[in-house]
């Protein structure tokens, strides 16, 4: 692979990245100098550049075209933007970014797709890529309620007419998967025969006649013995695959992410990538031991006493304990209320304690309005013990959370990455959760309230990943096909700080990245159109034209492809 060509020689990079500015900021010429364009900067005060200037991996300068051209020297690399949009890179707070990479190669993804008729076209085109016999398939990111032109499920009949010669899997988020009748001959499910013992009772759908209707239903759990079945990439394709992950995320025009769950194969490839210098991908990881019974609960806090984070660096550390402390009061993701039971609350506040006694950050999932009151309740009990004022302790997901929670988080010092299933899932909730689905999440009330608070996902089965289609999401409360799902909306700057600067917060790195600033880490994102002002319902179209990590393009639209993986 010939991946460093278009990179900034790394000689100078490492030369002028070693603390000497901004003294030398004076006199040594930038590497490289983006004018002509309207830089969003998203710093404090939202200010609107027109050029800015990179050396190594940092801005070095922000400006007027006039000014910033005054820095270039005889090898400075000019980029003329001719009017085009910039903001910073995005972060996303909260993804299953590793996980993600074991199939991504393989999965036929649906994010942002807002045509049935489209999605029809895409699986007749893979199963024509992959031949008889070979799986289609995705494990969630979409729902049918997407489809503007036709949003309903799809039938075993009409996948198996679909696609006749290749099984077939399509997961909507959580929620359900279509199986065509290859697929379930594959897995075993088969009119008068028992459902195979790992599948969750109940969640293989017949008809009356006892035949599998070809759905799955019921919740995480009710998903996990199909996901578990589909075909992972083969070891010597594991690379392939994440690098496939990686450059679609800056094609998105993602740079940074909070990840749950760091998958130990992928993260080897992404550390072999960075000592080789082309991670292209910031990744702060939320991992760590959660318990499921007492005894488990005496092991990980004895783990909790021995854990170290930030032992890393910019491209990849540890940043945060979670997503879970006690696995049974984690949230199912269609669960409509919850009762956290005491004595499972008694085991949650003691892996709390140990997190504070060590110093240590928390991001916990959060979901249904009792169990964030039932944390709040334990986590003002250990605060009266061990203050976790400056431990940015987060709750994450939050689409039930409301102006109360709100307040007594923020008396706490703590933090809301919010991650709003609905998305995507907004039509499902709605069947749920009725009129109360309008305020999950309540958008405009967490705004309001002035806490600290971030965009995240959840993708890539969750959610959607498009950070365009969370900010359109944001800004209209309408879901990928315009189906309307929640009321409270906010400002567009507002969605953008939230996915840019706050989220640099959320994973530790106010400092050095979540806006276009002197000093800070070049990662940012060239635009199609201008975020600022296109209608709002085009937000979701937006297309970067060029991704920057580090000062190292990353995704060029003009190549076709991603730099990166030629
Ligand atoms: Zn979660």
Known sequence: MNRLNLRVPLVGALLLASGIFPLRAQQAAPDLILSNGKIITVDERF????????????????????????????????????????IPGLIDNHMHLLRAGQTWLKELRFDGVESRKKAIELIQARAKAVGPGEWVFNIGGWAHQQFADDPKPFTREELDQIAPNNPVSLQESYYQIFLNSRALKAFGIEAGAPDPTDFVKGSIQRDAAGAPTGIIKGDIAATRPVAARLPKVAANQLEASSQALVSDMNRAGLTSFGVAGCNADVLDIFQKWKTQGHLNVRTFCIGGAAAGTPEQADRSIEQIAQMKLFQGDDYIDNVFFGESVYQPLHDPMFALKSNPPPDQLVQWRRMAMA????????????????????????????????????LRWTLAHVNQINAAQLERMKKLGMYAAVHPWAVINGGIMHEGFGEGAYDMPALATIQGSGIMWGFGTDA???????????????VT?????????????IAREDALIAHTRK???????EDDLGAIQPGKFADLVVLDRDYLTIPA????????????????IVYDSAAQTSIASR
Not at 461 to 473: G, K
Not at 477 to 489: C, E, F, S
Not at 503 to 509: E, G, R, S
């Open 47 to 86: 200010t609107i550049a027109q050029a800015v200037a990179v050396r190594g991996d940092r801005i070095v300068a922000v400006g007027t075209s006039q000014d910033v051209a005054r820095l270039a020297g005889p090898n400075t690399r000019r980029i003329d933007l001719r009017g085009k949009s910039v």
């Open 355 to 390: 997190l504070a006694t060590a110093g240590l950050p928390l991001h916990v999932h959060a979901e249904l309005h009792n169990t964030i009151d039932a944390f709040l309740d334990q986590i003002e009990a250990v605060n009266k013990e061990h203050s976790i004022k400056n």
């Open 460 to 474: 890539t089965a969750a959610n959607q990943y498009l950070p365009f289609t969370t900010l359109y999401f944001a």
């Open 477 to 489: 409360g309408k879901m990928p096909g315009g189906l309307k799902v929640i009321k409270q909306t």
């Open 503 to 509: 989220n640099a917060f959320l994973v530790f790195h």
């Open 537 to 552: 319902d085009q937000i979701k179209d937006i297309k970067p034209t060029m991704t920057m990590v580090g000062g190292r």
